[in-house]
Structures are given as C-alpha cells and as structure tokens.
T-cell receptor
Framework: DAGVIQSPRHEVTEMGQEVTLRCKPI?????LFWYRQTMMRGLELLIYFNNNVPIDDSGMPEDRFSAKMPNASFSTLKIQPSEPRDSAVYFC??????????????FGEGSRLTVL | AQSVTQLGSHVSVSEGALVLLRCNYSSSVPPYLFWYVQYPNQGLQLLLKYTTGATLVKGINGFEAEFKKSETSFHLTKPSAHMSDAAEYFCAVTRKGKLIFGQGTELSVKP
C-alpha cells in the first residue's frame, strides 16, 4: 500500500521565489496535517484539515504561507515569497477520522527546503 | 494546556544496554500520549500509544512505555539496545485534535 507521498523531496530556491510543496495522503484518510521541522524549533504543526476543510491554521507563520486541500487526495503548502528562515523539512501526515485524537498519524518522507 | 517535555536531547548507550528515554507531560486532564521514532531522512513512525486502560504499553521493536499519573511521566524503555535503534524519538500529546511533539531525543547506540 502506498503511504503518504510528498513532492519534491528536495527543493533549493532563491529568496523571493514561490515554493509549492505537494502531498497525497493515504487513500481513505480524512485528516491531513502539515508540520515543519527545524533544529531550533523542532516539529511545529502548521495547519490541519479534516474532510478537506482547514480546521486550525494557527501555526502558519505568516501570510506568506498558505495551504489548500482541493480534494481528499491532494494538498499543497505554498510559500510566497520565500525567505532563508523558511529553510526546513516540511512533513505531511494523514490519519483516519478523529483527527489526531487517535494519535496514529502516518507521515510522508518530507520535503527538504533550502532557501538561499 | 497539554504539552510534553523530553529530558535530554541526546542519549548514548552501548549495544545490549538498557534504553531509557524520558518524557513528562503537562495536562489538566488525562492525556493521550505517544512515542514516535524518526530514522534518518525519513518521516515519523508511531512506536506506541497510551489512551486508556493498561498503563504499561508495548510497542513495536521491543519498546514499551509506562504511564505514571503520579509522576506525570511516560518514559520509553527497551531492555536491550540494538544498533538499528539509533534514531530520534519524539514524545507527543494530543491537544484539541492536534498532535503536539516534544523536542526529541536522539539515541545513539555504540557497538
């Protein structure tokens, strides 16, 4: 069975450029989460969706970040314009109904973003 | 608000030795607690979880954790470390439908 699929795995871009990260959750899962991992701040929840609807985006750093989930099988996280401090590994995770209460999140392998 | 604190950002043990990774939680209500593992260049995987019931929880790869309400702890243990256990381990708690992670503990295993 396919797990959570993220693309690209690695992205190097220059400051000011737009970055789009993509995620395909596990089929049948109806909750999707975007996390950011850095050495300084650890794992931070940016936003999560339930049934394609954004439930909590309080972790989104600022207006430069946006996330969408147009259907149950696809989500994007966009940064425009990107800045060097956005450099991090971005993880997408999905779960069955109930959100994270069950605690069983399935993570993708991450997208490593470097902004020069 | 629920949160977790992991004591020690880096733990080093010898192969065959006991593994003990510490996690304390802060919660006003009985929490759901979790341990996740992250191998290099990979996403996180669920090791084990505590929701209700038995306080000693067994997970994959020989790991287990004990929920101790009196100590607000949920430490992760394994009797005998293996080289393949080298990874980063995260304690986590749920809060308002979200999974909140601790800062992580990197486990090194020496031959």
């Amino acid at each position: 069975d396919a797990g959570v699929i993220q693309s690209p795995r690695h992205e190097v871009t220059e400051m000011g450029q737009e970055v789009t990260l993509r995620c395909k959750p596990i089929s049948g899962h109806n909750s999707l989460f975007w996390y950011r991992q850095t050495m300084m701040r650890g794992l931070e929840l940016l936003i999560y969706f339930n049934n394609n609807v954004p439930i909590d985006d309080s972790g989104m750093p600022e207006d430069r970040f946006s996330a969408k989930m147009p259907n149950a099988s696809f989500s994007t996280l966009k940064i425009q314009p990107s800045e060097p401090r956005d450099s991090a590994v971005y993880f997408c995770a999905s779960s069955f109904s109930g959100g994270a209460e069950t605690g069983e999140l399935f993570f993708g392998e991450g997208s490593r973003l470097t902004v020069l | 608000a629920q949160s977790v604190t992991q004591l020690g950002s880096h733990v080093s043990v010898s192969e065959g030795a006991l593994v003990l990774l510490r996690c304390n939680y802060s919660s006003s209500v009985p929490p759901y607690l979790f341990w996740y593992v992250q191998y290099p260049n990979q996403g996180l995987q669920l090791l084990l979880k505590y929701t209700t019931g038995a306080t000693l929880v067994k997970g994959i790869n020989g790991f287990e954790a004990e929920f101790k309400k009196s100590e607000t702890s949920f430490h992760l243990t394994k009797p005998s470390a293996h080289m393949s256990d080298a990874a980063e381990y995260f304690c986590a708690v749920t809060r308002k439908g979200k999974l909140i992670f601790g800062q992580g503990t990197e486990l090194s295993v020496k031959p």
